[in-house]
């Protein structure tokens, strides 16, 4: 499908521009010997090219956009002047990344000055996807092997009892909620856990239905959730409400939304 003229097209072209400059740090890092690793405070793990592919984003900004601002995760918020903020993960799913496994991304967002996510990119270079969205312009994917980038829609399933579910872990945070979550995941036809990002975006790719995180961070998601929305999902907290901001995050195709929550929702 040809790709129409984009919203936010400036912006757009700048994110992909970062997400191009990141696939190439992390792809050089992945799998090289001499990796280093640390271990941050709350005990997850944080790779050289982590905080590479962060610094790297905020001088990319400060250059090209001098007063926005950055929100990432190994360093603390760059307050801009203009009201509006990139939010980034410089490596989501880094314990994928350390271990050699594949399923890893950077992901970029970009929240105007009205608060409103408005663009969105998610480069899965191991993966040899990637995935954008701008607010009205629909959502799109690249992936290997295709000529032009093909426009993402979520399925139209309809009932938990046909739905694919998909989750980072078999364990639910509040740990008195776990029987909720096994009882939706054995509602469901399928359930698997493709983990972080993944989840989210093969919703918005309507090859799955449901993914659910009960702990988010605002940069795991903020460029996800603008994908999913704009494929026709919904992307809510587990509490219902809508937006990447509430601390955990559930994306749906829309039509199933109402009966996840059922199971899970808070309190």
């Known amino acids: 499908m040809t790709q129409p003229p984009h919203p936010f097209v400036d912006d757009l072209a700048l994110a992909l521009l970062i997400a191009d400059r990141a696939d190439a740090i992390t792809m050089d890092r992945f799998n ?9 405070p709350d005990l997850t793990p944080v790779s050289d090219a982590d905080k590479a592919v962060e610094r790297m984003i905020r001088d990319l900004v400060s250059a090209e956009r001098p007063g926005d601002g950055v929100l990432g995760e190994e360093y603390p918020e760059l307050v801009g002047t203009a009201g509006r903020r990139w939010i980034v993960d410089p490596v989501d799913g880094t ?8 399923v890893w991304s950077t992901v970029i967002g970009l929240q105007d000055a009205e608060g409103r996510m408005v663009v ?15 607010l009205g ?8 092997g295709g000529v032009e980038p093909r426009r993402i829609h979520v399925s139209k399933v309809s009932s938990l009892a046909d739905a694919s579910i998909s989750a980072s872990d078999t364990q639910w945070v509040p740990t008195d909620h776990q029987d909720r979550w096994d009882a939706l995941r054995h509602a469901c036809w399928r359930n698997r856990a493709y983990g972080d990002f ?7 790719e309507g090859a799955i239905d ?21 494929a026709g999902g919904r992307f809510t907290g587990v509490d219902g409400v809508d937006g990447p901001a509430q601390g955990s995050g559930l994306a749906t195709n829309g039509l199933l939304h109402d009966a996840v929550l059922a199971f899970i929702g808070r309190p």
């Open 137 to 144: 312009g629909g959502s799109w994917v690249n992936e290997p």
């Open 32 to 40: 090289a010997r001499d990796l280093v690793v640390e271990t941050k």
């Open 95 to 102: 314990k994928n990344f350390v271990r050699g496994v594949p």
């Open 120 to 134: 969105g990119v998610v480069s899965a270079p191991a993966l040899g996807r990637r995935w954008w969205a701008t």
């Open 198 to 204: 993944w989840s989210h975006l093969l919703v918005a």
């Open 210 to 230: 449901i993914a659910a995180e009960p702990e988010l961070n605002l940069y795991d998601v903020a460029g996800v959730a603008i994908i999913v929305t704009e």
